[in-house]
């Protein structure tokens, strides 16, 4: 009844990203791209995820040495390229040096690693996207280049730090916003202050059932799970049926069939 109720104020008042993310069907959002079909948050990655009708391709955002906001989950290189070493190290031009195909196979050997700046410029306004901040202090930094493309209203940031999220509240209290959640949070997480300044909640499907998505949503927070990715396959039927809003996704095909 909440989703529907959300549902027709969305028709009433017009669509914005916070429509997106509260929307009737389930979001589908592309795990650093269609990290299954390509590697993950690369060009050819998001061009694929976009390609299969994800409703947001996600990004996780590192900060270069020179203070550049990048593409990259891990805090090292060194699982995704050919290079070694923490991300804060290099400059962008350096990291701009590494292979960042060749690990998922010989067919994307070459690709680079991307600037938040380059994966906006190339998909503009025709996608919507799902930004994760790894780290505090690129707040500004990454409200500034949004904002200078006309793209606030084409974001979701999640973060696990509630001091970044909070502090991008302050900023600009329009932009949607998810608290990442540890295991160890879940049983403690005290949703009537996350929702002071958090759209929902983000965790890992093996602590999803449906009273807790009953409860999340009685605090007029929306849901979205992400998978141990060789488990995806076997747990997203399951977190479909306890009313989870969203799921990031590794297998896109499979997972729109859930919408």
Request: hydrophobic share 35%; glycine share 6%; proline share 2%.
């Amino acid at each position: 009844m909440k989703k529907l109720l959300i549902f027709i104020t969305i028709l009433l008042t017009g669509c914005s990203t916070e429509a997106a993310i509260t929307k009737d069907d389930l979001l589908i959002i592309a795990h650093r791209g269609d990290s299954s079909e390509a590697p993950e948050h690369t060009m050819p990655a998001y061009e694929k995820a976009i390609e299969s009708g994800a409703d947001f391709i996600e990004i996780d955002l590192m900060m270069t040495k020179n203070g550049k906001l990048v593409a990259m989950h891990d805090e090292t290189v060194d699982r995704t390229t050919n290079g070694k070493g923490k991300v804060s190290d290099y400059t962008l031009e350096q990291l701009k040096d590494l292979d960042a195909g060749s690990w998922f196979s010989n067919e994307y050997k070459g690709e680079k690693i991307l600037s938040l700046q380059e994966i906006v410029d190339r998909f503009g306004k025709g996608t919507q996207y799902y930004i994760e901040t790894k780290e505090t202090g690129m707040e500004e930094n990454l409200l500034d280049i949004l904002s200078k493309r006309n793209l606030l209203d084409n974001v979701v940031i999640q973060s696990f730090s509630s001091k970044s999220l909070m502090r991008i509240h302050k900023i600009n209290k329009e932009i949607p916003l998810i608290q990442l959640c540890e295991s160890v949070d879940v049983p403690y997480l005290k949703e009537n202050e996350i929702n002071q300044y958090a759209n929902g909640i983000g965790l890992n499907a093996r602590l999803v059932n449906e009273a807790f998505v009953e409860r999340m949503h009685a605090a007029n927070l929306v849901v979205h799970t992400f998978f141990n990715k060789d488990k995806e396959k076997n747990q997203i039927e399951d977190v479909v049926s306890y009313g989870v809003d969203g799921v990031f996704t590794d297998y896109l095909v499979n997972a729109k069939k859930y919408q």
